[in-house]
Nanobody, 123 residues
Framework: QVQLVESGGGLVQAGGSLRLSCVAS????????MGWFRQAPGKEREIVAR????????YYVDSVKGRFTISRDNAKNTANLQMNSLKPEDTAVYYC????????????????WGQGTQVTVSS
């Protein structure tokens, strides 16, 4: 059983930056595809970025390309999401998630989820 704990959310002005971190415990972190998702009020949860076990293959949703960077440190069991040039539309609860042995962008295919961290971007 993998436990994921996110941190780093907060309130920031438009144009600012935040760095989200996700610490994993209870499993072999290096075997998991890691994803960052977000859910705004009244909207479905959507994938923001995904990184493979080795960190070589990355995916970003179009709306964050060039502004967000996903990374991982398998030695520290952490996955990070650096968010720059934040916009009010980035406001949401952000979740990290993990799945073993599957390269996917589909929300329902991720098995383990953190509790989420709120990101609020003011205009």
């Amino acid at each position: 059983q993998v436990q994921l704990v996110e941190s780093g959310g907060g309130l920031v002005q438009a144009g600012g930056s935040l760095r989200l971190s996700c610490v994993a415990s209870g499993g072999a972190f290096s075997r998991y595809t890691m994803g960052w998702f977000r859910q705004a009020p009244g909207k479905e949860r959507e994938i923001v970025a995904r990184i493979t076990q080795s960190g070589r293959t990355l995916y970003y949703v179009d709306s964050v390309k060039g502004r967000f960077t996903i990374s991982r440190d398998n030695a520290k069991n952490t996955a990070n999401l650096q968010m720059n040039s934040l916009k009010p539309e980035d406001t949401a609860v952000y979740y990290c998630a993990a799945v073993e042995g599957v390269l996917t962008r589909i929300t329902n295919e991720y098995k383990y989820w953190g509790q989420g961290t709120q990101v609020t971007v003011s205009s």
